[in-house]
């Protein structure tokens, strides 16, 4: 899903990513929420942790479930949206032997509970009618992205801009290092790059785009629009990152689920063995048979 939290999947979006952060996911409808001064007691547990990832997905599928033509009861009836008791055990003896991993988790698990509650102090989207019975949220029309099957989300009126040749593109593509356009025009006579204060530069475009792109955050920290997912990423970049060990040892605790929706216990992760369609479960290790770290993307 896109400008919502995105479809649950266990575990990339479960507790923790490959990377070692916490993955709610890639888009929060921008909305003005500032964080209450003081806020909720720190998390002191791993079960705390596990509660807020539970509430993500619960959240999810009050919001979004309709726009998968399921309902709210199917959505949550899915296993794949909590831990099993011998995970969260699994989980729990990982850090509770590990000040520092249960650090960054911790400081992880927060930032992530502020986020979940700005989307909720925000509200659902409300939803579009396609016009031919489908059903879409409201903030997916206008995003450069034809959701409805009859793309009337995107003939709404959506501003555009041209390339040199006539194609139209959305404005938010123009300038953003990628050629969006069929000749590149979209990336010529952009304005100079912006300069983190480490001085590595990023696009200009990327400037209160809501991704943190300088290692400072600096490209966020400007006069931005106040979003629910800004502080949130900003929060993430000062929290401690856990070790390629403690990560594989989590993901040796989750079980893994394949992209055709398959699952599978955590000792076919890895193992020599592709188990799902696509061998996804192998594609991410290392020559010893364990996952190996790795970045998850949003965009």
């Not at 025009?185 to 983190?196: K, L, R, T």
């Not at 809501?210 to 006069?223: F, K, L, M, T, Y």
């Amino acid at each position: 899903m896109k400008d919502g939290l995105t479809s649950p999947t266990h575990p990339s979006t479960s507790l923790l990513s490959i990377g070692g952060t916490i993955a709610l996911v890639a888009a929060i409808v921008p909305v003005a929420c500032k964080s209450e001064s003081g806020g909720p007691p720190s998390i002191t547990d791993v079960a705390g942790a596990v509660e807020i990832q539970e509430e993500i997905f619960e959240f999810e599928c009050e919001c979004f479930a309709r726009f998968d033509e399921d309902t709210e009861a199917e959505c949550l009836q899915d296993t794949t949206l909590s831990f099993s008791d011998g995970e969260v055990a699994c989980l729990r003896e990982i850090f509770e032997q590990d000040d520092e991993a249960f650090a960054a988790l911790r400081c992880e698990a927060e930032a992530l509970r502020g986020l979940l509650e700005c989307a909720q102090a925000a509200g659902c989207p409300g939803s579009f009618d396609c016009g031919d019975g489908q059903q879409i949220a409201e903030t997916w029309v206008c995003d450069g992205f034809e959701d409805c099957t009859n793309g009337a989300d995107e003939a709404q009126g959506c501003e555009t801009e041209a390339c040199s040749d006539g194609t139209m593109i959305p404005p938010w593509w123009i300038c953003d290092d990628f050629p969006d356009c069929p000749d590149g025009s979209d990336e010529a006579g952009c304005p100079p790059p912006f300069v983190c204060g480490d001085g590595q530069t990023v696009p200009a475009a990327w400037v209160c785009d809501n991704v943190v792109s300088c290692p400072d955050g600096a490209d966020e920290r400007q006069n931005c629009p106040e979003t629910c997912e800004r502080p949130w990423n900003l929060r993430l970049i000062d929290c401690p990152t856990l070790s390629e060990e403690v990560t594989q040892q989590v993901n040796a605790c989750l079980e893994f689920i394949c992209l055709d929706g398959m699952v599978l216990d955590p000792s076919r992760r890895c193992d020599g063995t592709p188990d799902c369609a696509e061998g996804e479960d192998e594609s991410l290790c290392d020559g010893g048979g364990t996952t190996s770290g790795g970045e998850s993307s949003g965009g």
